[in-house]
């Protein structure tokens, strides 16, 4: 991480490129609240990396449809699962409504009426559905303390997840941060000394 090219860059700028990088390997949670388990692709040409989200049945090890994947996988998963989220919505709204209308007049009023996939207040529902929050942070908690500058994305990122999960302050809530391995080996120490 220390080959950014600097490029008549100030210390501060990548200083914040870095920790955008670090706020990217964050260990997130998901769920998948469907029926089937679903599959984010990243980098498909080169690393073909994939994580499998489980279905709301299956547990993986973390709870029921819940999988631990990186930030940057996470809004992935919300972009694309969410828009597909939205559009049942959509559909299943439409679908309740539609009898009311004469078959000729269906087709107008579905576009007058249906519900649109960048609707701000359904994005809120869906991503505090499938993001549950930060397990584990990359690079140590004492991150904040060592910039000047901290990145701020208020502005529109051009995603729609990236956007919704900082409008509703949840883009760093944390679930339970994972104890690091020592602390594991010293609470299995006190366990078998409060056994004998």
């Keep these: 991480m220390n080959q950014i090219p600097v490029d008549g ?5 990548i200083a914040f490129h870095i920790e955008l990088f670090r706020r990217a390997q964050d260990t997130c949670e998901i769920y998948n609240p469907s029926e089937k388990d679903y599959v984010i ?5 080169v690393t ?3 994580w499998i989200v489980p279905n709301k049945e299956k547990d993986v090890g973390h709870g029921k449809g819940v999988q631990w994947v990186p930030r940057f996988a996470a809004i992935l998963y919300i972009d694309k699962f969410g828009i597909e989220m939205i559009n049942k919505m959509i559909k299943d709204d439409w679908d309740s409504r539609k009898e009311q209308y004469r078959y000729e007049e269906r ?3 579905e576009e007058r009426l249906a ?3 960048n609707d701000q207040r359904m994005w809120d529902k ?8 930060v397990v584990q942070r990359s690079g140590g908690e004492d991150i904040e303390d060592e910039l000047d500058v901290m990145p701020t994305t208020e502005n529109s990122s051009g995603s729609q997840a990236t956007d919704t999960l900082n409008r509703l302050k949840i883009a760093d809530r944390e679930v339970g941060v994972r104890p690091p391995q020592a602390d594991m080996t010293d609470a299995k120490d ?3 000394q409060q056994l004998q």
């Design 126 to 133: 869906v991503a505090d559905i499938l993001f549950r929050g």
């Design 190 to 192: 006190q366990l078998s």
């Design 107 to 109: 087709g107008a009023m």
């Design 115 to 117: 519900l649109r996939s």
């Design 48 to 50: 073909n990396n994939k």
């Design 41 to 45: 692709h990243h980098d498909q040409m």
């Design 9 to 13: 860059r100030s210390p501060a700028a």
